[in-house]
C-alpha cells in the first residue's frame, strides 16, 4: 500500500492562508431573519454536500500537484514559494475571490445578502467549468461538485422568488478565466478549490447564525 501523499510547506501555507481569510470575514452578524426553517435546514445539508465534494476535489488536486511536483515548479520557475505568491498568480489569471459582505453585518441585509449568495455560486460554476480537462480522474469529481453547487443555487433562487425579492432575470455568467495550460489549470483548480472551501465556511456560518431561534 503507497504511503499517503504529504502537502508540501506552500501547499500547506496557502490552506492557512484561506483559513485566516474565512476567520477575517466572519464579523459578527446581525439578528435572524424570518426565513423559513426548512429552507435553513435545506440549504446547511446542501452546504455539507458540496463542502464535502469540494473537500474531495481539493485532495485529489493536492494529490496531482505532489504527483506532478506542481509545487517545486511554482517555486522553482515562477518563484511563486508563498500563499501570497500564489494568490497574486491567481488574480494574475482572472480568478476572483467572492465575499458575502451582506450577510457578516450588524444589520443584515437579507435580500443583498441572498442575492450575493446566488451570484456567487453561479460564479463558482463558472470557475469550475474552467477546470473541464484538467484530467479524466477528476472529471467525475468536478462534475458532482458543478451539479450540488446547481442545487444550491436553485434553491436560493426559489426561496428569493417566494419572498418575491428575485431579480428580474437569471444572472448571465461573465467572461471566465482562460487557463489555456495544464500547469495553469492545475494551479487555478488549487485556488479555486481553496477559494470555494473559505466560502462555503462563511456560508455555514451565516446559514448556521440565521436557523437560531
Known amino acids: ?10 501547499l500547506q501555507l496557502l490552506l492557512w492562508h484561506s483559513a485566516l481569510w474565512t476567520e477575517q470575514e ?15 435546514i435545506k440549504c446547511l445539508e446542501q452546504v455539507r454536500k458540496v463542502q464535502g465534494d469540494g473537500t474531495e476535489l481539493q485532495e485529489k488536486l493536492v494529490t496531482e500537484a505532489v504527483g506532478r511536483a506542481v509545487e517545486g515548479t511554482l517555486c522553482a520557475t515562477c518563484k ?37 449568495l446566488h451570484s456567487s455560486l453561479f460564479l463558482y460554476q463558472g470557475l469550475l467549468q474552467t477546470l473541464e ?6 472529471a467525475p469529481t468536478l462534475d458532482m ?12 433562487w426559489q426561496q428569493m422568488e417566494e419572498l418575491g425579492t428575485a431579480p428580474a432575470l437569471q444572472p448571465t455568467r461573465g467572461a471566465t478565466p482562460a487557463l489555456p495550460s495544464a ?16 466560502f462555503l465556511e462563511l456560508v455555514h456560518r451565516v446559514l448556521c447564525r440565521l436557523a437560531q431561534p
Open 145 to 156: 461538485l458543478r451539479l450540488d453547487i446547481a442545487d444550491f443555487a436553485t434553491t436560493i
Open 80 to 116: 511563486m514559494c508563498h500563499p501570497e505568491e500564489m494568490v497574486l498568480f491567481g488574480h494574475s489569471l482572472g480568478i476572483p475571490q467572492v465575499s458575502l459582505s451582506s450577510c457578516p453585518s450588524q444589520a443584515l441585509q437579507l435580500t443583498g445578502c441572498l442575492r450575493q
Open 26 to 40: 466572519a464579523a459578527p452578524l446581525g439578528p435572524a431573519s424570518s426565513l423559513p426553517q426548512s429552507f435553513l
Open 133 to 138: 480537462g484538467i484530467s479524466l480522474e477528476l
Open 1 to 10: 500500500m503507497s504511503p499517503e501523499p504529504t502537502l508540501s510547506p506552500a
Open 183 to 198: 500547469f495553469q489549470r492545475r494551479v487555478g483548480g488549487l485556488l479555486v478549490a481553496s477559494h470555494l472551501q473559505s
